[in-house]
């Protein structure tokens, strides 16, 4: 053996059992890792099933995912069962939240008054801890209407129905069938009622219906009524949806646990002096808004001097347009969605035209998926 041939294979060795040492390291490494993630997997467990606010989490979590298109995610929150009874429990409160007697009056005299101080319609933009959205007031809430799809079989977006109709504003308005959160948005839920007529009704004449609306002296309306109260009361545009929020001046969420989960919200209220407030909430991006919950909107309304509110269809629906623009970032990956539905801000309302789409529709016979 030549005697240069020693040295390389000493070299040779030492390099080998340095990649042994290191495989080695690198082997409990790992170990230690996976030992952390486990431990962290084990305390994160604990704290989610065994404390009160483990609990808290659990609960907020299911409540946000049944607000979306994964609802069917929150029985691994907190089961399957639980997760339909809580979806119970809130309708039935929803439900209950609108039977107060809503006994809020408006200064009429005082809105051409404010008018010819400020413009009709104005914008600001409100934050919080997990929000970020907008507070629109309306000083004139006569010059509100209700817009509506063009076209049968298809709802239109808002953007769409404000350029088209010549609006100033606009916020989407009621909900709306969506079988598998890929509705067309042109069936409507419940009762539309535009321009002082019953323009869509699948509820039957003497069924009864959460209503968000305005009467012909711009009193908004919200609450439980029959289709006979409605017409009595001179309603001029309304849609059907909930729950209310605000009844009297008072708040009816009573803390956010009640808050329904987090997600894109619109609300609608009024103030004393007759002004509607429009507060449109982003949400579902990271960074940006994570989204409301009803507790949050309803103390936005509060702050902002609301005596009656209550909610608006929310989610990948809310988009609020000003001034010929999107002005919030609509959850949805597609933009704006088409809608059946949406409050209007116009200058000159008596010159709107506003026909009803769906006269001579059978409820029953609208396919809320088929594409147009």
């Known amino acids: 053996m030549k005697p240069e041939i020693l040295p390389q294979r000493a070299a040779a060795r030492r390099q080998k059992n340095k990649k042994k040492k290191r495989k080695g390291r690198f082997g409990r490494f790992v170990l230690r890792l996976f030992i952390v993630f486990l431990l962290a997997g084990i305390g994160g467990g604990a704290w989610l099933f065994l404390t009160p606010s483990g609990k808290d989490m659990r609960y907020l979590a299911a409540d946000t995912l049944?607000?979306?298109?994964?609802?069917?995610?929150?029985?691994?929150?907190?089961?399957?069962?639980?997760?339909?009874?809580?979806?119970?429990?809130?309708?039935?409160?929803?439900?209950?939240?609108?039977?107060?007697?809503?006994?809020?009056?408006?200064?009429?005299?005082?809105?051409?008054t404010k008018l010819q101080q400020t413009p009709l319609v104005e914008v600001e933009e409100v934050s919080g801890r997990n929000y970020h959205g907008y507070v629109t007031i309306v000083h004139d809430p006569t010059k509100i209407r209700l817009g509506i799809p063009a076209t049968v079989g298809r709802g239109e977006r808002v953007s769409s129905m404000v350029e088209r109709l010549g609006a100033v504003a606009g916020v989407n308005g009621g909900g709306f069938a969506d079988p598998n959160w890929n509705g067309n948005g042109f069936k409507p839920i419940g009762v539309v009622i535009s321009q002082g007529q019953l323009y869509y009704n699948d509820m039957g004449k003497n069924a009864s219906a959460q209503i968000v609306g305005i009467d012909k002296q711009g009193k908004m309306i919200a609450g439980h009524y029959s289709l006979s109260e409605l017409s009595k009361m001179n309603v001029q545009e309304a849609v059907t949806f909930q729950p209310r929020l605000i009844v009297n001046g008072k708040g009816l969420i009573r803390n956010a646990s009640e808050g329904w989960g987090i997600a894109p919200r619109t609300a609608m209220g009024q103030r004393?002096?007759?002004?509607?407030?429009?507060?449109?909430?982003?949400?579902?991006?990271?960074?940006?808004?994570?989204?409301?919950?009803?507790?949050?909107?309803?103390?936005?309304?509060?702050?902002?001097?609301?005596?009656?509110?209550?909610?608006?269809?929310?989610?990948?629906?809310?988009?609020?347009?000003?001034?010929?623009?999107?002005?919030?970032?609509?959850?949805s990956e597609y933009g704006e969605r088409y809608l059946p539905t949406a409050f209007l801000v116009f200058e000159h309302p008596e010159t709107v035209s506003i026909p009803n789409i769906w006269a001579g529709l059978n409820p029953s016979d609208i396919d809320a998926a088929k594409k147009r």
């Open 66 to 112: 049944i607000t979306t298109q994964h609802r069917h995610w929150a029985k691994y929150f907190i089961g399957e069962a639980e997760a339909q009874k809580r979806v119970a429990e809130y309708s039935a409160r929803f439900e209950q939240m609108g039977e107060e007697k809503d006994r809020h009056t408006i200064k009429l005299p005082l809105i051409s």
């Open 272 to 331: 004393a002096d007759g002004a509607i407030i429009f507060v449109t909430v982003d949400g579902r991006q990271p960074g940006y808004s994570i989204g409301a919950n009803l507790y949050d909107m309803q103390n936005i309304l509060l702050k902002h001097g609301a005596v009656i509110g209550a909610n608006l269809d929310g989610g990948s629906s809310t988009v609020l347009v000003k001034d010929h623009a999107i002005v919030n970032k609509p959850s």
